[in-house]
């Protein structure tokens, strides 16, 4: 009787993805509320599940950003996170020079890097996901990979959770020229129009106590099958520098392979939601002893109308700990 079943993150209530979306844009394109670049965008987006822009990577502080990996690395924080071959984050400081490999992540570099925090504030990137998120958009969290993810296809929404379903947003940052040996970014176009996949009845997120390699494989399976049901396949990005992949919440994407582990794959991922949804930013952090804990925070960083939340670790309101409901959620979980 007490029984409620997850809510289903893929149930958008995203004004894109309603069915007179085409309808709407064409209407503001011939009132003059959109420019016939942006209704062209908003078309793209709305039937392919993603868009590319291009950034003059000699107006953006792009190796400026890759520099600071190198000092990151040499610096590690203690107020950092990062993750290595494991699912939590760490703090840096418990980072070995070895971890610096396929796999491996920093995420939350805003605080400690100026220019990360310009790309993450970035004003056209922002612009363009007000566009698409049609309301004040938020970045929520930043990513930085230095080597290629290699990550099966997936879809944001079941990692990344907000509190509305399909106020979710990504923008994928080429740092370098990307080879193809590298492990480049794939995408399958059009999957966000995909139905979603339930790991066990009512459950359409990864919970890594109630999903294992059993359900990952029969998602894999289900995937195959609907491609091949809606006659698409997954397709490698291929950037320069300075070119923006952004791309729906459900819209399936992954890592190719690494051909050449010599090769790197620098890019910086931002994801955006609505102001609305989010008043608080969380992370899950792994101790040295093999705890986890969560630390948030509600601290905001801007730049004229660009929002987005600071680093959980290095704000000044940071809390450490579960709430109530989180521990009676997990406890019903497991029960």
Do not use: C
Not at 207 to 231: A, F, I, N, Y
Not at 268 to 276: G, I, K, N, Q
């Amino acid at each position: 009787m007490f029984r409620r079943p997850a809510a289903n993150p893929f149930a958008s209530t995203l004004w894109i993805d309603q069915p007179n979306a085409g309808e709407v844009i064409a209407e503001r394109r011939r009132a003059g509320k959109l420019s016939d670049e942006d209704a062209d965008l908003l078309d793209h987006f709305r039937n392919e599940g993603y868009v590319r822009v291009v950034l003059d990577p000699e107006k953006e502080p792009i190796d400026e950003l890759v520099n600071d990996l190198d000092r990151l690395w040499a610096e590690k924080p203690n107020d950092l996170l990062y993750a290595s071959g494991l699912p939590n984050l760490r703090t840096m400081s418990l980072a070995t020079d070895e971890e610096r490999r396929p796999g491996s992540r920093l995420q939350e570099i805003q605080s400690h890097s100026r220019a990360a925090r310009r790309l993450y504030l970035h004003p056209r990137l922002h612009a363009i996901a007000h566009r698409i998120l049609g309301e004040p958009a938020m970045a929520i969290q930043s990513i930085l990979f230095e080597f290629g993810s290699a990550q099966a296809l997936h879809r944001d929404p079941v990692f990344v959770p907000t509190p509305v379903p399909g106020h979710l947003l990504a923008a994928w940052i080429a740092l370098e020229d990307i080879h193809p040996d590298s492990g480049p970014l794939r995408y399958v176009p059009r999957s966000h129009a995909f139905p979603p996949f339930e790991f066990r009845p009512g459950l359409y997120r990864y919970d890594p106590k109630l999903v294992g390699e059993e359900e990952s494989r029969r998602e894999q399976e289900w995937l195959r099958d609907e491609m091949k049901t809606h006659g698409v396949q997954p397709v490698s990005f291929l950037p320069r520098k300075g070119e923006v992949f952004f791309w729906h919440a459900g819209l399936y994407h992954g890592g190719e392979p690494i051909r050449d582990v010599a090769r790197t794959r620098k890019s910086f991922v931002v994801h955006y939601s609505t102001r609305r949804s989010h008043r608080q930013h969380v992370n899950t952090v792994q101790g040295s002893d093999g705890r986890v804990n969560l630390v948030r925070t509600r601290e905001l960083i801007r730049d004229g109308n660009a929002v987005g939340f600071n680093n959980a670790l290095a704000a000044a309101d940071q809390s450490w700990g579960y709430t109530f409901g989180e521990r009676l959620a997990a406890l019903w979980a497991r029960l």
